[in-house]
């Protein structure tokens, strides 16, 4: 079956740390996207990407990073800059930008130790 | 600026009983607005969207969401829920210009089914 896999589901840093939250697609999607979640919050876009080797800052990119180097594969790294990480995070793809539907992974919860 | 609001946080419901949703939503040029459904612990699903034409429109799940410019709104409805309908209900609006497209959020309602 198609869809996204997003790995692990829970996830804890410790002060300091990097941690990487993995998302894989085999859905064809070319573009992909990260959003964090917070309760009695909307989505928050963190970074998209429209094609390989190309992305973009979202509206709260700053203490994240990604990297796109295959169509399938859209990890972000919650990096020690990032000083109030814990949040559930979503990674989502679409056939293209602006496409009308979004698929979405299952999510990963990262809490602080 | 564009927004979107669903005034709601929590809405409690009987089974079987009607439901209805509501969302507002602030945006200069005709919106394209969706609905996506969560269920604990897990992504986000399509239910239904709006583009242009009738503005009924049919989702999912027995979903059905009725656009009214008038009012800003687009509020999501079923005539008889039931008790996996329990779940987090987003409102989105998609804000298009030339070559920017971008989602805005909801902040969600919580819908509870008694039994």
């Known amino acids: 079956d198609g869809g996204i896999t997003q790995s692990p589901k829970y996830l804890f840093r410790k002060e300091g740390q990097n941690v990487t939250l993995s998302c894989e697609q085999n859905l064809n999607h070319d573009a992909m996207y990260w959003y964090r979640q917070d309760p009695g919050q909307g989505l928050r876009l963190i970074y998209y990407s429209q094609i390989v080797n190309d992305f973009q800052k979202g509206d709260i990119a700053e203490g994240y990073s990604v990297s796109r180097e295959k169509k399938e594969s859209f990890p972000l790294t919650v990096t020690s800059a990032q000083k109030n990480p814990t949040a559930f995070y979503l990674c989502?793809?679409?056939?293209?930008?602006?496409?009308?539907?979004?698929?979405f992974g299952s999510g990963t919860q990262l809490s602080v130790l | 600026a564009q927004s979107v609001t669903q005034p709601d946080i929590h809405i409690t419901v009987s089974e079987g009983a009607s439901l209805e949703l509501r969302c507002n939503y602030s945006y200069g040029a005709t919106p394209y607005l969706f609905w996506y459904v969560q269920s604990p612990g897990q992504g986000l699903q399509l239910l239904l969207k709006?583009?242009?034409?009738d503005t009924l429109v049919q989702g999912i799940k027995g979903f059905e969401a009725e656009f009214k410019r008038s009012q800003s709104s687009f509020n999501l409805r079923k005539p008889s829920v039931h008790w996996s309908d329990a779940a987090e209900y987003f409102c989105?609006?998609?804000?298009?210009?030339?070559?920017?497209?971008?989602?805005?959020w909801g902040a969600g309602t919580k819908l509870i089914i008694k039994p």
């Open positions: 709006y583009f242009s034409g």
């Open positions: 989105a609006v998609a804000a298009v210009s030339d070559s920017n497209y971008q989602l805005i």
């Open positions: 989502a793809s679409s056939i293209r930008r602006g496409s009308e539907k979004l698929f």
